[in-house]
């Protein structure tokens, strides 16, 4: 009983203080930038906050997960999803069991909603379908001191993908290498500049979510896609914590009738592995000459490859092995 109290009164404390700040920041004199728009509490240890990018001019979503004892001094992990639409619900509070280990860790959990198909950079244009995305400078410039002032973070910070967004967290990190102190790449694509990198980034953007990947870089070959390209760069991973994975493509463990996101559909089995299977194939492809890449440079990596498919039960195994050594990066 002590203890239910205790927890409720620094439930109240923090909403509270978080609160009041906002009430600070959203304000005339940071109407012309990016400001904190809303708080909302959503349960044990769960919040939503709504940030205004004035890159994008409009309201970005994120899920945020406090830990036990409150989020003050606690360093912060920002989680990336891929391609999928915001209103698909696919994300990582619902499909893995991140709300249920992350509290206990120490870390403050951040996950933008939005960005699907966008590969979280800035794009040279407007897009008809995806419209406006500066998602680079969101995330490096205008989220992360929001977070930092709302939550009063330790401002150590890691950063975490996931197919599309594997590639990006890679890409963020080499953009601003003082901002993060750990990056994690599960299934994902270094390569935006190479035959095979164009392939998946059509692929991600132009089939699956409709954009159009000329607005995004230029044309194919042109300056943009080299310079958004984390394999050319990966000499600016110097000094992180680095976590890269993916499946062979061939079935591993969670491809079965068991696994709670497949539910005994033999639908979504079948296509699970028949089309997250030569997906994982081709980042397994992209995944390995990273890794030799890496190795090359003579930088430290942590290499998983694994029997499955493009699919979440990987990434939930991968994010298990993950944490501790980024946990212990950004001194949680």
Known sequence: MHLRLFRNAVRAAVIAALVALASVIVSPAHAAGAYLDRIEWRGDHQMAIGV???????????DVLIPDGGSAGRPTAYLLIGAV???????WPTMTDLPRFAPATGVNVVIPH????????????DDPVLGRNRWKTYLTAELPPIIDAALHTS???ALVGLSMSATSSLALTEAAPDLYQAVGAFSGCAETS????????????GV???GDVENMWGPLGSPGWAANDPYLHADLLRGHTIFISSGTGL????????DYRIAGSTSMLRTQITQGGPIEAATGECTRRLTLRLATLGIPATYRSHPGTHSWGYWQDDLHEFWPAMAAAIGA
């Open 52 to 62: 205004y990018s004035a890159a994008m001019d409009r309201v970005i979503e994120q």
């Open 208 to 210: 699956k979510a409709g």
């Open 155 to 157: 401002g150590r910070n």
């Open 251 to 258: 079935p591993g463990s969670h491809d079965n009738l068991d």
């Open 114 to 125: 939005g960005g699907g198909g966008s590969y979280y950079t800035d794009w040279q244009r």
């Open 85 to 91: 639409k915001a209103e698909d619900e696919v994300d």
């Open 194 to 205: 190479s035959p095979l990198g164009e392939a998946y980034v059509h692929l991600t953007t």
